[in-house]
């Protein structure tokens, strides 16, 4: 019984310390910022080219992706549809695919810096 439980304690070091948790926050930090870096640069390359034909554009998260690995973009639609729900494809994921690469990128990188910042201390109020 004594090795069971010094196992349990064992354990328990790694899950429960706050260094774990620091340690995630600083990865959501990080990737949050390379997004907002990455849709930064997505913006200033919509701009200048925009700038420079006297027109407006926009780079679709699609284009960019079918770009990389249009492979990849053709079998989201069956995997969505078959995986998780039909639904799901022609409102929602067409809608995101279609928006500026600078804009998903910053919503994204938004999102994960506000996953990863620090939890107020509440004063003179218990944290349930």
Do not use: C
């Amino acid at each position: 019984m004594g090795v069971v439980r010094r196992l349990i304690d064992w354990v328990a070091t790694f899950t429960t310390t706050e260094d774990n948790d620091a340690m995630i926050r600083g990865f959501l930090r990080f990737f949050g910022l390379l997004f907002l870096a990455g849709a930064f640069i997505f913006l200033i390359y919509d701009g200048t080219k925009s700038i420079a034909d006297h027109a407006i554009y926009v780079t679709p998260l699609g284009y960019v992706w079918a770009s990389v690995h249009q492979n990849s973009l053709l079998l989201l639609q069956p995997a969505i549809e078959r995986h998780v729900a039909v639904w799901l494809w022609n409102p929602v994921i067409q809608t995101i695919l279609e928006q500026p690469m600078w804009l998903v990128l910053g919503i994204v990188g938004v999102i994960l810096i506000l996953l990863g910042r620090k939890k107020k201390k509440l004063i003179g109020y218990a944290r349930d």
